[in-house]
């Protein structure tokens, strides 16, 4: 089925390619609907998704070398399940919301059918040398997504995200070929990518760190943790509505992702002895982002440092090597996929109708755009972490979590929240409550059946899994309480109990 | 002597057969040149056929394995060898000289009646190149650079009327003689160190070597460091690679890509047959001297071509980068040599689309190629600049094109012969190449096409991009086909 999953919007890229030039008002059609096999797909995987079992699910095995030990090796486990169908979920939503686009459509859409490709394999991937191609290949067409497609400020903004997040990796392929031979001497072969087999190599502390940082630095560069954070408000800032809300929603989670798959998996030691180290980027993103975005004069901006903000979150969770931090984090990234996925959506909407970011080009269109302002009202809350809703669950958790072990860096975390409140408050406020003052505004018109369509899936999801989020944590918990084992079997480093799950008490 | 015994020469015959029929249609045939290019491409595919014959015979347990003036099975001293090395490079060879030749196609048309002597020409270089993948004995091997050289000096000089052509010719000139006079010399020193110019038999270098130990070896260190430099001048590694730049913009762009990769594969395919043939037991002296070279040539490489102006010169500096990374295949010994063919043989393919691309849009007579004339190229001719953006891809080494499945290869075989430090400096380069590629990317892509004109591709150029975009596509996601024949593919 995983295979299946992967080629589905590859193959949807090839339709959309085949639409020939005069009929070209098939294209927005064909590639939305070639954008719903792959959620059906990725729904159904999750339905058939063993409760409980933390190991990998659904495995496909095929050895391509046997001498390089490279292969097609793909599993789902509870840390990759929800980013698979957060993926899955957001595309079909960002293509409804890409009908802005009238320049060569046909490119647009394959490069973001790619896209998808790269993004469902980087989170099925249990071959490291395939998960290193997945994530590299990612680059290129959200390089042209953004170069093509964006404002004013796409060149810099494109090349800087390319150059950025590029440099990263290539310390991840030299880390992926150092640990691939070490693994390779235990099997008797030149080398060997497969995950599970890593598990068996026996590195020195050295090594580990080593190992740890080469990883640790592109996934860095992707979540983004402070200070490799300064590409991601220019990339989502000049990207099309729809790439940023794949960046936000997908893409950033690619950097969370590596650390918990690979960083702790792989290197437990260097994990315990540099957990601290990570914790506390964490805060200071989570503050960091939080007081930045208060001082944005544009929308879009201020939603990407609030994304720089909530990814804090989630290294805090995973650095406080709890059951419930790491748990969090996870939901976490669930969350604010959603969320600011659906926060990109909405100003992308302002920004087709008026061709501005600005807030201060805006001011009171909650009288012109009373379901928009009450659609952005919503998801202003959720990001903020109103009980009730997906943000809540996750930031709490990893707050719990992370109090356990890191205290200090815990309440100071805490005061994210807050910060969340102030600057998604008062840009609303700016935004949306008193008068209008720009005559500019006056005749905007409120969202649109298709709007709303597409902005609808999101709220009800985001209250579904707000209020009862059991079905997502019973499936995270198991897989990460695996990592912890294996960290505690490893290492001198004991979990601190405290209850066994999260209670969903919550709502 | 029977048949069997003439198989290791017989891609050099054919060759030399297609060179004398295309001059004897310059008498027989007023404008001869259409016929006289298929003649050209009859003798490359019969070539690359050959050297397929070569390898299937090899595979049978073939036991004529040389050729030599002093007859068979195993003469004392051999000159030319048939093993799956050279036969390899044969089909690779042929196959890319066969790609050149339709990317030239246009320059040949326009060239009349001296486009049969274009011809010759290349064919006598193809043939030189092969013999210097192919030779047994220092002194072939020099016939073959030399046979190749020569003639590539006279086509880099060809469209004469243009001052730059004869400017690029004249430094080909120069500089290429002075790495033949170095690299003989160096010859001629390892002769006299070990007492033989032969790699294989009876007293050769490498018997010799084997089963002496040299008590001075300081002879030997300065004949390997001798050719090794002749050797990187051909295949433009650091710090030998200055004539690069300013040759590829002189020469015509339609040949530029021919000369490019034909040079390269036989570069390193001759400087392998030198050190795994030859000198396999000196790997701790060689070793170590071609990852300074690979260092040298990433960092100016990568560095200069980030600040270039002009498509070709940019090009030419990827290449002293990727000459680089080939070499660090070699410090792995034997077991590189597959990694080592694997990236020559695409990057052979990539440098040979990349300058078809460049003979489009600059003009296959021209010599430079202004970053402006490229500006929106995606606008004016989409497929070339989805073409031309796969093989920067390839060059940049992104997954699912060769460029990061030959990178890999390198990269593992350095890693696994402890120079980690050439490996995280390559790495870094990388990051470096990334700009220099994508820079150019931005310039097709996210450019207006303002106040260029539109360009037109010629047939052949546009099957011989198809072919190239598919196969980097193609063995980027399946390279397992290729790699298991190139690491088939040893020395004797």
């Known amino acids: ?507 | 002597m029977n048949n069997a015994a003439l198989l290791p020469i017989a891609p050099e015959v054919i060759l030399l057969a297609g060179a004398l029929i295309v001059i004897l249609l310059l008498v027989l045939l007023e404008r001869p040149y259409r016929e006289g290019g298929i003649v050209a491409l009859a003798a490359l595919a019969a070539a690359a056929i050959a050297s397929v014959l070569q390898w299937q015979a090899l595979e049978d347990g073939a036991d004529n394995l040389y050729f030599s003036a002093q007859g068979v099975p195993v003469p004392r001293l051999p000159m030319v060898v048939m093993d799956h090395y050279s036969a390899f490079a044969g089909v690779v060879i042929f196959i890319v000289a066969m790609l050149g030749l339709a990317v030239a196609w246009r320059l040949v048309l326009t060239l009349g009646a001296r486009g049969a002597e274009f011809l010759t020409l290349v064919l006598l270089a193809v043939a030189g190149l092969h013999m210097m993948t192919a030779s047994a004995n220092m002194i072939m091997l020099f016939i073959g650079l030399e046979t190749a050289s020569i003639a590539l000096y006279v086509l880099a000089g060809f469209t004469r009327e243009r001052a730059n052509a004869d400017e690029a010719a004249v430094k080909y000139f120069l500089l290429g003689s002075l790495a033949s006079v170095i690299f003989v010399y160096g010859a001629a020193l390892l002769f006299a160190a070990t007492g033989s110019t032969a790699f294989y038999g009876a007293g050769s270098m490498r018997q010799f070597l084997a089963e002496n130990i040299v008590a001075e070896p300081a002879i030997l260190l300065l004949a390997m460091g001798l050719v090794i430099v002749g050797m990187s001048f051909k295949v433009t590694a650091a710090p030998f690679h200055q004539w690069a730049p300013d040759v590829y913009q002189g020469a015509p762009s339609g040949i530029v890509g021919l000369m490019a990769a034909g040079v390269k594969i036989a570069g390193f395919a001759a400087l392998g047959r030198i050190l795994f043939s030859a000198l396999p037991s000196q790997i701790d002296d060689w070793a170590p001297a071609l990852a300074i070279i690979a260092g040298v040539s990433m960092i100016i490489g990568t560095v200069l071509a980030a600040v270039q102006d002009d498509v070709k010169r940019i090009l030419a500096y990827s290449g002293v980068a990727h000459a680089g990374y080939i070499l660090m295949a070699f410090l792995a010994g034997s077991d590189g040599i597959g990694s080592m063919w694997f990236y020559v043989t695409t990057y052979a393919l990539t440098v040979i689309a990349v300058f078809a691309v460049v003979a489009v849009v600059s003009g296959s007579r021209s010599g430079s190629s202004p970053l402006a004339d490229w500006s929106g190229l995606s606008s004016r001719a989409p497929v070339l600049a989805w073409a031309m953006l796969i093989m920067l891809l390839a060059l940049a080494g992104i997954p699912f094109t060769t460029g990061f499945v030959a990178k890999i290869g390198v990269f593992t075989a350095a890693t696994d012969a402890g120079y980690l430090w050439l490996m995280i400096l390559a790495l870094m380069t990388t990051i470096v190449g990334l700009y220099v590629y994508f820079r150019l990317a931005a310039v097709m892509f996210l450019e207006d096409p303002a106040g260029v004109e539109d360009v037109v591709v010629p047939p052949t150029t546009a099957l011989v991009l198809t072919v190239a975009a598919v196969t980097t596509v193609l063995l980027g996601l399946l390279p397992w086909p290729l790699l298991d024949l190139a690491r088939e593919a040893l020395p004797l």
């Open chain 1, 1 to 507: 089925m995983l295979p299946t999953l992967i080629l589905l919007p590859l193959i949807g890229a090839v339709a959309v390619a085949l639409v020939p030039r005069h009929r070209s008002e098939l294209l927005f059609p064909l590639g939305l609907a070639v954008s719903i096999p792959p959620l059906v797909a990725a729904l159904w995987v999750a339905a058939n998704f063993t409760v409980g079992d933390p190991s990998f699910q659904f495995v496909t095995d095929h050895t391509f070398s046997e001498s390089l030990g490279v292969g097609w090796r793909l599993g789902i486990d509870g840390i990759s399940l929800w980013l698979v169908v957060l993926t899955a979920l957001l595309f079909p939503l960002a293509l409804a919301a890409s009908t802005a686009i009238t320049d060569r459509t046909k490119s647009y859409l394959v490069a973001m059918l790619i896209l998808e490709t790269g993004l469902l394999g980087v989170f099925l991937a249990l071959d490291l040398l395939l998960f290193f191609a997945f994530f590299e290949i990612v680059l290129v067409p959200m390089y042209l997504l953004i170069g093509i497609w964006g404002s004013e400020n796409r060149r810099y903004a494109s090349l800087k995200f390319v150059l950025f997040t590029g440099a990263g990796s290539v310390f991840l392929l030299g880390g992926i070929i150092v640990l691939a031979l070490f693994t390779g001497d235990l099997v008797d072969q030149l080398s060997s990518f497969d995950i599970r087999m890593m598990l068996d190599v026996e590195l020195s502390s050295t090594a580990q760190l080593w190992l740890f940082l080469a990883f640790g630095i592109a996934f860095a560069i992707k979540v983004p943790i402070v200070p490799f954070h300064t590409w991601l408000p220019d990339a989502h800032t000049e990207a099309p509505t729809a790439a940023s809300v794949i960046l936000a929603g997908v893409l950033l989670k690619m950097g969370g992702y590596g650390f918990l798959r690979f960083n702790m998996t792989l290197f437990p030691e260097a994990t315990v002895d540099l957990a601290r180290v990570l914790a506390v980027l964490g805060v200071i993103a989570i503050v960091y982002g939080a007081v930045v975005a208060i001082v944005q004069p544009d929308i879009k901006r201020l939603v990407a440092y609030s994304s720089v903000s909530h990814m804090g979150f989630v290294i805090l969770g995973l650095f406080a090597l709890t059951s419930q931090g790491l748990t969090g984090g996870v939901f976490v990234m669930i969350s604010h996929g959603l969320v600011t996925g659906a926060l990109f959506l909405l100003v992308g909407m302002l920004y087709d109708r008026r061709h501005t970011r600005l807030i201060d080009d805006y001011g009171g269109i909650a009288t012109v755009m009373p379901i928009y302002a009450g659609f952005f009202l919503y998801m202003a809350f959720a990001s903020i972490g109103l009980p009730g809703l997906s943000g809540f669950v996750g930031e709490l958790a990893v707050l719990v979590g992370s109090y356990l072990t890191l205290p200090v860096l815990a309440i100071i975390a805490a005061s994210g929240v807050i910060l969340a409140a102030v600057y998604m408050l008062w840009g609303y406020e700016r935004v949306f409550t008193g008068p209008i003052t720009n005559s500019a505004n006056e005749s905007l018109h409120d969202l649109g059946l298709r709007e709303i369509a597409i902005i609808v899936p999101l709220i009800l999801i985001v209250l579904a899994i707000g209020i009862y989020p059991r079905p997502i944590l019973d499936r995270i918990q198991p897989s990460v309480d695996l990592i912890l084992e294996r960290i505690e079997a490893t290492t001198s480093y004991e979990v601190p109990e405290y209850g066994s799950t999260i209670d969903e008490g919550a709502g």
